[in-house]
């Protein structure tokens, strides 16, 4: 009637439901893990700049009038950058849903960029918004895998003393 659990819900050898983890592989894999998450970055901003839910008055316009792949060239590039640099932090030390991070700052950025068509000083402020969201991510995932590591280190010392 009161049987344990054979593992416990807290268990470190859980791989399955952790969303951290380190990501290393080949160069490739890396490369087009990048590609494919800007991609997708890009793509959901701009079907989101398609359509508007409500009226006019209350949200935000659909894609204003004008070119269109200026600005969808520039969160490309500026997406790259910006998934590059996840994807060597979760290469390294695990991060907490890198991909996430890398689509919603771009989608987010896309989205703004094709409903207000912003000067290219203000596309440069939003990206380095989402370059300064990025480090922030990059910055608690290194700061957490120093912490594991201090921790563990302390552990040994002591094992060993």
């Known amino acids: ?17 952790e969303d951290a983890k380190v990501r290393p592989g080949p160069l490739w894999r890396h490369a087009v893990w990048v590609v494919a998450v800007t ?16 009226p ?7 894609a ?11 969160w490309a590039a500026i997406g790259l950058a910006l998934a590059a640099i996840l994807r060597v932090v ?3 030390v695990p991060v907490y849903e890198p991909e996430t991070a ?7 950025g896309t989205r703004l960029s094709l ?10 402020g939003l990206a380095a918004a989402g370059l300064l969201l990025v480090a922030v991510w990059c910055a608690v995932a290194l700061r957490g895998a120093a912490v594991v590591r201090r921790t563990e280190e302390v552990s040994r010392a002591r094992g060993t003393a």
């Open 1 to 17: 009637m009161n049987d344990l659990p054979e593992r416990p819900f807290d268990s470190d050898d859980s791989d399955d439901s």
């Open 39 to 54: 991609a997708a970055g890009v793509a959901l901003g701009w079907v989101g700049a398609l359509f508007r839910i409500g």
């Open 56 to 62: 006019e008055e209350f949200g935000m316009p659909p």
């Open 64 to 74: 204003a009038p004008g070119a269109l792949w200026p600005y969808l060239l520039a």
């Open 90 to 92: 979760a290469a390294k």
């Open 102 to 108: 890398a689509i919603g700052v771009v989608m987010i």
């Open 115 to 124: 409903g207000w068509r912003p000067e290219p000083l203000e596309v440069a």
